[in-house]
């Protein structure tokens, strides 16, 4: 796919990828298979019909090939910009099998449809069931939130969601970049979601602007899907000097709040000079990316394992690669240095070697004794991972929680151990990925709907 070039795409925060002409987007359709067996939607969470949209595409259908991708999904234009698909779909795509091959591109396929759509003005239609007159409501509006609320509205419930932030969204608002996710494509697909008559109040922390147990007398059923934003530190000396960041903070107030558009926009943001990034997951990518299009002279990665072991996207890594940010391997952060007036200038570092397989089946990092380095940094983020908000959860009385503060709900079906309390998303696998987020979403609108209908009670 034709991309910006990296040297142009660093001074700027717009999409790296442009997206497939009509003509690329036929050509690729025809080297789908159309496989009986379909091995490549068992690969997808929300188990979209993949050759059926692919056979629209190759008839130059884009109408229709949108119909049926929304039937399954209502985000598709997000899903084709930041699924993983080299680990779900295109993983099990046969033409991937084929010595020298490329899987079918899905995912760009399922973007060019949606992008098709929108541009062309196309509403997809889509059915709405008579009213059932009863409320479901709906905890935070990420991909989960999103596609639960979609997913009962057109079943024909009433659906309001609460959403702490001042924009609808979650990860997708605060965490991922503009030049990976434009926001007004995130905004598009927020709109059609209430173009289906769900309501979304924003600015409604639950727990604090409303308290969880008038949420749970108001409505017939409530869905919980606020996520996993609480970010972690590693809590080594120097933390709290000037230019230590979370990648939380730092992807916020550069997203959500526009900070590189600063002063138009009026959160400002450090724009170091020597950033370093501690982590080897999409958050560390756009957190990295997003400091060098913020002016940085070097933005530099540490990772305490190798490229092997670093869960993020292959290909975001190579976009950090080619936008020229550096990579030590195998190197762990021990000390923040700071000067008098409290303000970051290195990050003592110490190397480390792999041993045995841990827990996860990575191998496990052990430091490399008298292998101390410092690094100059004005700015270092951490993106280390994030975990469950536990003051909110601890406002639902009886609701049970794993040894990791996460939510314990019935994987099938999304039900708590709280009566017509549902849950998923990350708040329920802790960190995990967009597709799966609104897959556990989709599950739980179609048990919600059963519970509601009489159908299946797991509290009785
Ligand atoms: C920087 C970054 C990059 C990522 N990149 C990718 C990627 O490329 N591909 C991918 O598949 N995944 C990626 N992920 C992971 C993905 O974004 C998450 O797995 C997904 O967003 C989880 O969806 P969710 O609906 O469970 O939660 P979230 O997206 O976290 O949404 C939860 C929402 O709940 C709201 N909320 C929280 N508490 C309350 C409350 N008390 N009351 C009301 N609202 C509340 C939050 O404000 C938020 O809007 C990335 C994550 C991050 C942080
Ligand atoms: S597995 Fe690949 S070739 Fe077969 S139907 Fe799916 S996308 Fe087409």
Redesign the pocket.
Known sequence: MREQDPKERITNFFEVPYGYSEEEAVAEANRCLQCPAKPCVSGCPVEIDIPAFIRKVRERNFEEAAKILKQYNNLPAICGR???QETQCEARCVVGKIPNSEPVAIGRLERFVADWEAEHAVQTRIEIAPAKHRKVAV???????LTVAADLAKKGYEVHI????HKA????VY??PEF?LPKSIVEREVNYVKSLSVQIFLN????RAIPVKDLLAEYDAVFI?????TPKFMGIEGTNLNGVYS?NEF?TRVNLMKAYLFPEYDTPVRRGKKVIVVGGG??AM?AARSALRLGAESVTVVYRRTEEEMPA?RE?YIHAVEEGIKFYWLTQPIRYVGNEKGELVGVECISMMLGEPDESGRRRPIPIEDSRFILEADTVIEAIGTEA?RF?LSQFDGLKLNKYGYIIADEKTGATSLRKVFAG???VTG???????MGAGKRAAEWIDRFLSGEYDPWK
Do not use: K, Y
Request: with cysteine; net charge negative; glycine share 22%.
């Open positions: 930041v699924c993983p905890v935070g509006s990420g991909p989960a939130g609460f959403e702490t932030l969204g979650g990860v997708l965490g991922i990976r409604m922390p639950v727990g899907g606020v996520g996993a934003g990648a992807l999409n958050v756009d996207r975001e908000n909110l998303g990350d708040i960190a995990a990925t967009v597709i799966e987020a």
